[in-house]
């Protein structure tokens, strides 16, 4: 077990706001420090501590209710993180960073800590766009959700984690997307991002070692704990407990270190219970406990951005691993059309070593090459748009034997002609920024040396299933939310249509993908929300009164 008890570690001068917080006493708790069988109570139950657990919580907790925090994965805090990828994806993300889809043609990171995958993501912050928020309103009757409407709750959240335009200048990975963009005349923009005091080390994905990054473990989860929240961490919720039209109590499986079960159960109960266990696992927590789905909708319509990469190799030093990971967009393809071929969003992703090793592809003398030319290599990702076309529909969630999700989407013609459309649009940008050589990630693409010779070979590439490395960081839906039943499950305040106290607020609520990196449009739902079972609570208890 991690030794977690004062003397407080201090690494050169850096404070961990979660150590400090538990040595003054937080009710902060490792599972298997309970006794097998303990009880929980609380007045409101959430399961999930990353953008729309940690945001829920500290709203709920500062309104005067206790919160118990549920979270399956471990406590790791500023001062346990390194810059180690090897001890980060282990660690940090769900199954240690290897969850793949079910046919192994895309790779998807997400977040198992606390703080969830606010804890690792790459702090770019946008809105969600406004064709966005109208599609929804147009086509799954969600209510609430106009542009103008959650303006409010984008603003109070982008004040609560600092989020400003990135005011340093790129490091060249990102300068590559700006400079090429502007030889051809495409539009780009600056990211902002969710960051106070940067230091600019570009290892965001591996837990922020500076407390710059405002992500969930350093605001809002010591906000709930110090309102009386609780935590209890490697917590696995394994099923709701049904009372008729109610969730009853949380069932939990306690973890080991190893991630295992210990063998150990507790059982949480409040008189309402909130979902933000994120896409994927929400649904999974559901399909488990034999939720009331009478239109099989659960785990439906689940989204992930599907990213496809191009990489370019520089005579000019890139290290590509350093420096804000996203710092420049462009958009200029992502809107021609909202509901017609697939739209993409350009970003530049970071490289470090060992995310590069599997995004480069291939193996042996070829692979040993690409890898030494890496600090010279820069790489750019075309983010596909999904759910906004009838031939994008997303993948369904499963359950494996053991009770752990698989997610069955596959990467479809639709699609497919976005990867084609976005290699096209990433290696002429790339070559106007001055790349000697240019590669797509597909099997069968050669380091192209001119735009021409790559404008031809892309054109040649067969787009068939596992011929090529489609990822993604941003997992969405599967709990779609509207007032149409036919679809959704999940009404516009977040409540799950069938059971009277069970809300969802995370990234699984979302109808579509969100067309932007979609943390602050889990930081706006929640925040709203939440505000709104606020206002439901204090009815409820004044009504008892
Ligand atoms: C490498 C990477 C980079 C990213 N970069 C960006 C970025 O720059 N900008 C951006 O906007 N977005 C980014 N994202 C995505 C963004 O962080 C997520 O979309 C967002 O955090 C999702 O919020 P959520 O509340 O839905 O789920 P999460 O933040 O994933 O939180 C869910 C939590 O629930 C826990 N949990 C799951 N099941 C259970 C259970 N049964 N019991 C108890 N706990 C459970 C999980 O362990 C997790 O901690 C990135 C993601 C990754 C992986």
Request: glycine residues 10%; aromatic residues 8%; proline residues 6%.
């Amino acid at each position: 077990m991690t030794e977690r008890t004062p003397p407080i570690p201090v690494v050169a001068g850096i404070n961990d706001p979660m150590l400090e917080g538990m040595a003054d006493g937080w009710q902060v708790h490792d599972a298997a420090d309970l006794s097998d069988g303990s009880r929980l109570d609380a007045d409101v139950i959430i399961i999930g501590t990353g953008a729309g657990g940690g945001t829920s919580a500290e709203i709920l907790a500062e309104a005067g209710f206790k919160v118990l925090m549920l979270e399956e994965g471990p406590l790791r805090s500023t001062n346990d993180f390194k810059m180690d990828e090897r001890e980060a994806y282990r660690d940090l993300y769900q199954e240690s960073a290897g969850r793949m889809s079910k046919d192994g043609a895309m790779s998807i990171l997400q977040g198992r800590c606390v703080g969830g995958t606010t804890v690792i993501n790459w702090t770019s912050s946008f809105r969600t766009p406004d064709e966005t928020l109208n599609y929804w309103s147009e086509n799954f009757a969600t209510q609430g959700f106009s542009p103008e409407e959650m303006a409010p709750w984008f603003e109070r959240m982008e004040q609560r984690l600092n989020i400003a335009d990135w005011q340093v200048p790129p490091n060249k990975n990102n300068a590559v997307l700006s400079e090429g963009a502007t030889k051809l005349g495409i539009d780009w923009k600056v990211i902002p991002r969710n960051v106070a005091g940067c230091w600019n080390l570009g290892y965001c994905g591996t837990g922020c070692p500076t407390n710059a990054k405002q992500s969930m473990l350093v605001t809002t989860i010591p906000g709930a704990l110090k309102n009386n929240s609780e935590l209890v961490y490697s917590a696995r919720a394994e099923k709701l407990l049904f009372d008729g039209k109610k969730v009853s109590g949380v069932e939990i499986t306690v973890l080991g270190e190893d991630k295992n079960p210990t063998g150990s159960k507790l059982v949480a109960r409040a008189p309402h219970v909130i979902m933000a266990c994120g896409g994927i696992n929400g649904p999974a927590l559901l399909m488990r406990s034999n939720a009331p789905d009478p239109k099989n909708r659960v785990g439906k319509r689940t989204f992930l951005h599907p990213v496809a990469f191009n990489f370019a190799r520089f005579e000019e030093t890139i290290d590509p691993y350093y420096g804000a990971p996203q710092s420049i967009y462009s958009d200029a393809f992502q809107w021609q059309s909202v509901d017609g071929p697939v739209g993409y969003k350009l970003e530049v992703p970071p490289l470090q070593p060992g995310l590069a090793s599997v995004l480069l592809l291939g193996h042996g003398a070829r692979h040993f090459d690409d890898m030494q030319h890496l600090p010279n290599t820069h790489a750019m990702i075309a983010l596909m748009r999904d759910g906004f076309h009838a031939d994008s529909q997303g993948g369904e969630i499963e359950l494996a034997s053991d009770g752990s999700p698989i997610v069955n989407y596959e990467l479809n013609e639709y699609l497919w002609d976005g990867f084609k459309r976005s290699f096209l649009t990433m290696s002429e940008i790339e070559f106007a920024a001055g790349a000697k050589a240019v590669r797509c990630s597909h099997l069968d693409s050669p380091w192209f040396t001119s735009w021409e010779e790559a404008k031809a070979g892309i054109e040649q590439l067969e787009f068939r299933p596992n011929a090529f490395t489609a990822g993604s960081a941003h997992v969405m839906g599967g709990l779609c939310m509207g007032e149409d039943l036919d679809t959704c499950v999940v009404n516009s305040e977040g409540k799950y249509h069938y059971l009277d106290n069970l809300w969802v607020f995370d990234g699984s609520a979302f109808p579509t993908s969100i067309g932007a990196n979609p943390q602050l449009s889990v930081y706006g739902l929640a925040c709203k929300q939440a505000n709104g079972l606020v206002e439901k609570l204090r009815a409820e208890k004044a009504a008892k009164a």
